[in-house]
T-cell receptor, first 114, second 115 residues
Framework: SQKIEQNSEALNIQEGKTATLTCNYT??????LQWYRQDPGRGPVFLLL?????KEKRKERLKVTFDTTLKQSLFHITASQPADSATYLC?????????????FGQGTILTVHP | GAGVSQTPSNKVTEKGKYVELRCDPI?????LYWYRQSLGQGPEFLIY????????DSGLPNDRFFAVRPEGSVSTLKIQRTERGDSAVYLC?????????????FGEGSRLTVL
């Protein structure tokens, strides 16, 4: 069966460092992958989308890589700030007629300490 | 409003009761999705609508769950004979359309607690 695993349940880092979050998947051929941020008691908020034929995407302090051979995505936050503390979710879609039907990982709780 | 609106934000009910959860998507978004999120887990897909019809309801756990979107805008998720295992946050999301890659805009969710 399809499985998506975000390798860390929780990640603690010091302010100013780079946070790296991992998303691995098996038995899946995604057309694209998204990363969302979720704060406690709130709905997920979209951050970045990367397609299967793209290797890397950047947006301000965020960077996403997508390796379909390794079946892995890495999500980086550079120059991290305490305000970046949240749960980060990766989500995959098979595309075709199902772009919005996302399969989510369980999330990684990031805490950035001042 | 500018975002996806969900009501109620919290619902406490007793086992066996009927519950309705409402979602008002972003104006102009034709695709609407329901997801369910349990504590410590990512959201799980339930159903999506493209316009008025349910295009994919493969995520609904059983026939106690049903959703409608009669006029292609507001949607209602209906749960009959609620069970304690139905307790979760029910998230609604919308997007411009379902057939191209794009972000989903989520509401804040309806937290359902079945006692």
């Amino acid at each position: 069966s399809q499985k998506i695993e975000q390798n860390s349940e929780a990640l603690n880092i010091q302010e100013g460092k780079t946070a790296t979050l991992t998303c691995n998947y098996t038995n899946y051929s995604p057309a694209y992958l998204q990363w969302y941020r979720q704060d406690p008691g709130r709905g997920p908020v979209f951050l970045l989308l990367i397609r299967e034929n793209e290797k890397e995407k950047r947006k301000e302090r965020l960077k996403v890589t997508f390796d379909t051979t390794l079946k892995q995505s890495l999500f980086h936050i550079t120059a991290s700030q305490p305000a970046d503390s949240a749960t980060y979710l990766c989500a995959l879609s098979a595309g075709g007629t199902s772009y919005g039907k996302l399969t989510f990982g369980q999330g990684t709780i990031l805490t950035v300490h001042p | 409003g500018a975002g996806v609106s969900q009501t109620p934000s919290n619902k406490v009910t007793e086992k066996g009761k009927y519950v309705e959860l409402r979602c008002d998507p972003i104006s102009g978004h034709t695709a609407l999705y329901w997801y369910r999120q349990s504590l410590g887990q990512g959201p799980e897909f339930l159903i999506y609508f493209q316009g008025t019809g349910a295009a994919d309801d493969s995520g609904l756990p059983n026939d106690r769950f049903f959703a409608v979107r009669p006029e292609g805008s507001v949607s209602t998720l209906k749960i009959q004979r609620t069970e304690r295992g139905d307790s979760a946050v029910y998230l609604c999301a919308s997007s411009l359309q379902h057939y191209t890659a794009g972000e989903l805009f989520f509401g804040e969710g309806s937290r359902l607690t079945v006692l």
